[in-house]
């Protein structure tokens, strides 16, 4: 049976990534404390894999975001090195990651320092597009 996006974004969303306490089960309206994070963004692909019927083994992606300070606040050097640190520790927490925890392969990511908007507020962050099979 193949994985579904509400397992699959659920399982991404527990992912514990060591300094984040705060998981947000949907996209946050505003940010009190942080850093957090939450998932966004599901995407899928399934191809054919017999030439009678499509589906089969489906492509789930989703981002993984953990925002980790205010941009406004007039921090740059300390806001890059939490955000470096951060990147570090979602890498660690995907390494981890067996198969058959988000779907049936094991995960493969592409991470990257962004600034996400929420509430009209920026914010250092570490996005994380993670994707896995089945």
Same mark, same amino acid.
């Given at each position: 049976?193949?994985?579904?996006? *509400?397992?699959?974004?659920? *399982?991404?969303q527990?992912l ?16 009190t ?7 966004q ?10 030439f ?18 205010? &941009? ?13 640190? *951060? ?7 995907l390494?981890g &990651?067996?198969?058959?925890?988000l779907?049936?392969?094991?995960p ?5 320092? &962004?600034s996400?908007? &929420?509430?009209?507020?920026d914010?250092?962050?570490?996005? *994380? ?6």
């Amino acid at each position: 049976m193949p994985t579904t996006y *509400a397992a699959f974004t659920a *399982a991404l969303q527990s992912l514990v990534v060591a300094g984040v306490s705060i998981r947000h089960d949907h996209i946050p309206a505003s940010l009190t404390d942080v850093p957090c994070q939450w998932v966004q963004m599901p995407q899928s692909d399934e191809s054919i894999m017999t030439f009678d019927g499509g589906g089969g083994w489906p492509m789930l992606r989703a981002q993984l975001i953990v925002a980790v300070e205010a &941009v406004a606040q007039g921090t740059p050097l300390q806001n890059w090195d939490a955000t470096i640190t *951060a990147i570090d520790a979602v890498i660690t927490a995907l390494r981890g &990651v067996a198969a058959g925890t988000l779907a049936q392969s094991k995960p493969t990511w592409a991470v990257r320092l &962004v600034s996400v908007t &929420v509430g009209g507020a920026d914010y250092w962050a570490v996005e *994380a597009t993670v994707t896995a099979h089945g």
